[in-house]
């Protein structure tokens, strides 16, 4: 049965990269099973009749030649003296059949450019063209096949030095995104735990007060405490288990901007009056957009909250032609009070950044209270 035309390009990139996951030993054997292979052609195909039949000894000999590609990461070097010593003792003491290519030699230059320090790899650049010319003098002594044999050896070692080179990259690749996703798990835990404590503080340090004056304040102010809590938790037992997960389980989707309203009313529970708005046509955003709206909001809220002493806020969400912008304005104490150094208005600004948008902060209308906007231009999907 033959795979679908769209699909063989991925079955075989699967297949590689299984290959490339086995054990190094496994590898190195199949490697020198193929080598083996090759240099067995010349010895079954015809041959001139006019030339003498090959005979097991020289066949023994090509073999002893390969074998020692089963060590070639543990010591390519030694491999290569043994590759060039058995290789030599063919062409002095037999008459066997000759190879279209010295596959073992360019097996291990290959090996030698890519998993060798700088200076194993220099001495042996340096050496080749001497051995090569050396075994072109003991074969043919053709100017053609000593260019040949340059040729296709300083090719073998290009390719070692480009796969050495591709293997840093990807290493350092896979650092950075791991440097990112860190960067990233970061500031959600901040936005949750800095939000859901601060929400609890302020409950917390109302509850005594309402207990002597107003005891049904209080115990909302209780339920406040209780409610906050146990969507911190879920939100961190949601995010822990997406980083217990494997790649392909699914994941709980993070808040996004349907979610506003529910962290609005917990934010009203502090007793600050918060409106909402919404202007524009709203739609369905892409999960990493949204999310990074609830958090923009969520953040400059938890701001207002612990540093602006504010008694009112007005969240506004507009949502344009290509571009969706939330603000958030209180009339508290001003760009003094709301905490511009912190690490909170950095994850708004890299949430920000992440998506192409930009942010901008400053005093509120007529110079009272704080008012921070993030503009995020959507995608063609989101349009």
């Known amino acids: ?63 002893l030649t390969v074998l020692p590609l089963v060590w070639r990461r543990r010591a390519p070097v030694a491999v290569l003296l043994a590759s060039l010593g058995t290789s030599a003792l063919y062409e002095l003491a037999l008459d066997g059949p000759g190879q279209p290519l010295p596959y073992t030699g360019l097996v291990i230059v290959y090996t030698i450019a890519d998993l060798s320090p700088p200076r194993r790899r220099l001495g042996v650049l340096l ?14 002594r053709s100017v053609r096949e000593l260019t040949f044999s340059l040729f296709v050896f300083g090719t073998a070692y290009a390719f070692g030095r480009l796969a050495d080179t591709r293997r840093r990259a990807n290493r350092v690749e896979a650092e950075q995104a791991a440097a990112r996703e860190r960067a990233r798990i970061a500031r959600e835990m901040h936005d949750i735990l800095s939000h859901a404590v601060s929400l609890m503080v302020v409950q917390a340090e109302a509850g005594p007060v309402a207990v002597r004056t ?15 809590g146990r969507d911190a938790m879920a939100q961190l037992r949601r995010m822990l288990g997406v980083l217990r997960e494997a790649d392909d389980a699914p994941r709980s989707p993070q808040p996004g901007a349907a979610d506003l309203p529910g962290l ?13 708005e919404v202007t524009g046509t709203a739609r369905p955003l892409p999960p990493a957009l949204a999310a990074t709206v609830y958090r923009v909001v969520q953040e400059a809220l938890t701001n207002t909250v612990r540093h602006a002493a504010a008694r009112a806020a007005t969240v506004e969400l507009a949502y344009g032609e290509d571009h969706v912008r939330m603000s958030v304005t209180d009339d508290g104490r001003g760009p003094r009070g709301a905490g511009g150094g912190g690490h909170g208005l950095i994850g708004v600004r890299e949430r920000a950044a992440a998506h192409g948008g930009g942010v901008e902060y400053g005093p509120g209308p007529g110079g009272r209270g704080f008012r921070i906007a993030v503009t995020l231009p959507l995608g063609g999907e989101a349009r």
């Open 264 to 276: 609005l009313e917990r934010v009203r529970g502090t007793g600050l009056d918060v409106a909402y």
């Open 127 to 140: 050496v080749l063209p001497v051995v090569v010319a050396g075994s072109v003098w003991l074969n043919t």
């Open 1 to 63: 049965m033959t795979a679908a035309p769209g699909r063989w390009p991925t079955a075989v990139a699967g297949r590689w990269a299984a290959a490339r996951a086995l054990h190094p030993r496994v590898v190195d054997l199949a490697v020198a099973l193929l080598v083996q292979v090759a240099v067995t052609l010349p010895f079954v195909v015809p041959r001139d009749p006019r030339l003498p039949e090959a005979d097991w000894a020289a066949y023994g000999l090509t073999t």
């Open 214 to 228: 107003a005891p049904e304040r209080a115990e909302a102010a209780f339920d406040a405490i209780s409610e906050t």
